[in-house]
C-alpha cells in the first residue's frame, strides 16, 4: 500500500519547547520533503531531502532542522519553537525515475502556545 | 516572487455546474505540472499530472491542459457535486535545480453549493 505517513496529526507545545515531526514511507522514494502551509500561501519548501545524509535547505529553513538516517523516513525537528511556527506541516516523498510518483502526507497540524 | 499564479482565488458554483480553473507560472525549465485536490484538514492528493506540451489530460469529471509556450494550465471540473467542494493546488515541477523543486500555487477555493 503506498502512502506517507506523518506523526502526530495534531500537536500543541509550548513557545521554547522541542519539537519532533515523523515522516514515514513505504514506497522506498529517494526524494522527501517537508513544507509548512499557512492560510492563502502556496506550501512553502523547508527542507528537501535527495536520500539518507544527503539534505539541502528550501526556501524557509531557519528555525528547523532534518534528519534522514533511513530512506523510508523523514523527520523535522524545531528546537525552541516559536509562535510563528504554528502552521500545517506537510512530508511528501518523490520517486526520480517517474513522474506519477509524488505523494503527500495528511499533515501535521502544530500549535505553538 | 510568486512563480505559480491560480486565478480564481476562489469560486461558488450549483451542484451541476462545470467550472474552470487557471494556473499560469513563470517556473523554467518547467518540466511537468500537476493539480492536486486539497480537502479540509487533509493531504493533497494528486488528480492528474500534464507533462508534454500540449498534453490533454482526463480522469473521470476532470480534465486538464497544459500549453507550455503560454505556461498555463486549466483544470475543468464538469457535472459538480457537492464532494468537489476543495482546494485545487496547481504544481509546477522544474528539473533545472536539483532534482525536481516543485513551485506551488496559493490554490484556488472552490465550494458547491446545492
Known amino acids: 500500500d503506498m502512502k506517507v505517513t506523518q506523526m502526530p496529526r495534531y500537536l500543541i507545545k509550548r513557545m521554547g519547547e522541542n519539537v519532533l515531526l515523523e515522516c514515514g514511507q513505504d514506497?522506498?522514494?529517494?526524494?522527501m520533503y517537508w513544507y509548512r502551509q499557512d492560510p492563502g500561501l502556496g506550501l512553502q519548501l523547508i527542507y528537501i531531502?535527495?536520500?539518507?545524509?544527503?539534505?539541502s535547505e528550501g526556501d524557509i529553513p531557519k528555525g528547523y532542522r532534518v534528519s534522514r538516517k533511513k530512506r523510508e523516513h523523514f523527520s523535522l525537528i524545531l528546537d525552541s519553537a516559536k509562535t510563528n511556527q504554528t502552521s500545517v506541516y506537510f512530508c511528501?516523498?518523490?520517486?526520480?525515475?517517474?513522474?506519477?510518483?509524488?505523494?503527500f502526507g495528511h499533515g501535521t497540524k502544530l500549535s505553538v502556545l | 516572487k510568486t512563480q505559480v499564479e491560480q486565478s480564481p482565488q476562489s469560486l461558488v458554483v450549483r451542484q451541476g455546474e462545470n467550472c474552470v480553473l487557471q494556473?499560469?507560472?513563470?517556473?523554467?525549465?518547467?518540466?511537468?505540472l500537476r493539480w492536486f485536490k486539497q480537502d479540509t484538514g487533509k493531504g493533497l492528493v494528486s488528480l492528474t499530472v500534464?507533462?508534454?506540451?500540449?498534453d490533454k489530460t482526463s480522469n473521470g469529471r476532470y480534465s486538464a491542459t497544459l500549453d507550455k509556450d503560454a505556461k498555463h494550465s486549466t483544470l475543468h471540473i464538469t457535472a459538480t457535486l457537492l464532494d468537489d467542494t476543495a482546494t485545487y493546488i496547481c504544481?509546477?515541477?522544474?528539473?533545472?535545480?536539483?532534482?525536481?523543486?516543485?513551485?506551488f500555487g496559493a490554490g484556488t477555493q472552490l465550494i458547491v453549493i446545492p
Open positions: 500534464l507533462v508534454h506540451e500540449n
Open positions: 504544481v509546477v515541477v522544474d528539473r533545472g535545480s536539483a532534482l525536481g523543486r516543485l513551485h
Open positions: 494556473c499560469n507560472y513563470s517556473v523554467t525549465p518547467d518540466n511537468h
Open positions: 511528501a516523498s518523490s520517486s526520480r525515475s517517474s513522474n506519477e510518483r509524488l505523494f
Open positions: 531531502s535527495y536520500d539518507v545524509d544527503s539534505n
Open positions: 514506497m522506498s522514494h529517494e526524494t
